[in-house]
Nanobody, 126 residues
Framework: QSQLVESGGGLVQAGGSLRLSCAAS????????IAWFRQAPGSEREGVAL????????HYADSAEGRFSISRDNGKKLVYLQMNSLNPEDTAVYYC???????????????????WGQGTQVTVSP
């Protein structure tokens, strides 16, 4: 059974850092692009960062550019999201997701993702 499991969320003060992990199982991990999304209460789910299957290309949403870093270890079937300089606006549930091959050219088109984790809560206090 294909599965993604996030971990590493928690409570941090503004200006702090967190590293999220996404563990994959049940599918050929290195054949898929993986992205991180987040969803704050009352808001739509939004893309944060994407990494291609080999890790050779990454993309960041404007909100993440310069502060977040996405990486992957295909041998361990893990994707990471290093988040620095966090602010209260980063408070959300963070999800990792598997991008369907040959899908939309839009990096964060939700329907292009066919497998989602359960999410991990990130809370940034002022």
């Amino acid at each position: 059974q294909s599965q993604l499991v996030e971990s590493g969320g928690g409570l941090v003060q503004a200006g702090g850092s967190l590293r999220l992990s996404c563990a994959a199982s049940g599918f050929t991990f290195d054949q898929y692009d993986i992205a991180w999304f987040r969803q704050a209460p009352g808001s739509e789910r939004e893309g944060v960062a994407l990494i291609t299957r080999t890790g050779s290309y990454t993309h960041y949403a404007d909100s993440a550019e310069g502060r977040f870093s996405i990486s992957r270890d295909n041998g361990k079937k893990l994707v990471y999201l290093q988040m620095n300089s966090l602010n209260p606006e980063d408070t959300a549930v963070y999800y990792c997701a598997r991008r369907r091959p040959g899908g939309s050219t839009s990096y964060y088109f939700l329907l292009a993702y066919d497998l989602w984790g359960q999410g991990t809560q990130v809370t940034v206090s002022p």
